[in-house]
């Protein structure tokens, strides 16, 4: 069953350092979501992205799809303290209930 | 438009009592989700109600229930806790369609002693 794996669970920059996670998938994932989660908060969407190679930005952050649908990466230019949070992929519910979510970078920015 | 409303935010409870969860959805949205939040395990996906019917349901024992109301309205209900249950209990909606971003909800602390 699908079971998507995110790398790195931990990641620690220094402000300005760029980030980068990523995501990868046993099997061809018909979309992906991007969500962040501050500390002490909950996630909050950030994009899908539903075709093979497709590339968005959203200001310093570039979310890419791979070509086989089956990995995608979240990359953060200059980071600033704001960027500080839990940054989860999510694929589509399968019928099966499998868990969906990957289990997160958490990154940290020293000023 | 309102965000997603869970209540409450926190509950004690002792082992062996249970518990129900409430989470009212974005205006509009007929789709609610369930997600168990710990930091060892992560995000995990609980049940998801569309239109009243459990469309899907993730690997939690007997214990998890749900239902959803005529006014998506949905509650969550685990009997018998465990201290193990311990964790944020995250409600999302969402338009319902399979591709659907998740709108999360504050969600609501348990703590079992």
């Known amino acids: 069953g699908q079971q998507v794996m995110q790398i790195p669970q931990y990641q620690h920059v220094q402000e300005g350092e760029d980030f980068t996670t990523y995501c990868n998938s046993s099997?061809?994932?018909?979309?992906i979501q991007w969500y962040k989660q501050r500390p002490g908060g909950h996630p909050v969407f950030l994009i899908q992205l539903v075709k093979s190679g497709e590339v968005k930005k959203q200001k310093r952050l570039t979310f890419q799809f791979g070509e086989a649908k089956k990995n995608s990466s979240l990359h953060i230019t200059a980071t600033q303290t704001t960027d500080v949070g839990t940054y989860f992929c999510?694929?589509?519910?399968?019928?099966?209930?499998?868990?969906?979510f990957g289990d997160g970078t958490t990154l940290t920015v020293k000023p | 438009k309102a965000g997603v409303t869970q209540t409450p935010r926190y509950l004690i409870k002792t082992r062996g009592q249970q518990v129900t969860l409430s989470c009212s959805p974005i205006s509009g949205h007929r789709s609610v989700s369930w997600y168990q939040q710990t930091p060892g395990q992560g995000l995990q996906f609980l049940f998801e109600y569309f239109s009243e019917t459990q469309r899907n349901k993730g690997n939690f024992p007997g214990r998890f229930s749900g239902r959803q109301f005529s006014n998506s309205r949905s509650e969550m209900n685990v009997s018998t806790l465990e201290l193990g249950d311990s964790a944020l209990y995250l409600c999302?909606?969402?338009?319902?369609?399979?591709?659907?971003?998740?709108?999360f909800g504050n969600g609501t602390r348990l703590t079992v002693t």
């Open positions: 099997t061809t994932l018909s979309n």
């Open positions: 999510a694929g589509p519910v399968t019928n099966a209930g499998k868990s969906t």
């Open positions: 999302a909606s969402s338009q319902g369609g399979r591709d659907s971003p998740l709108h």
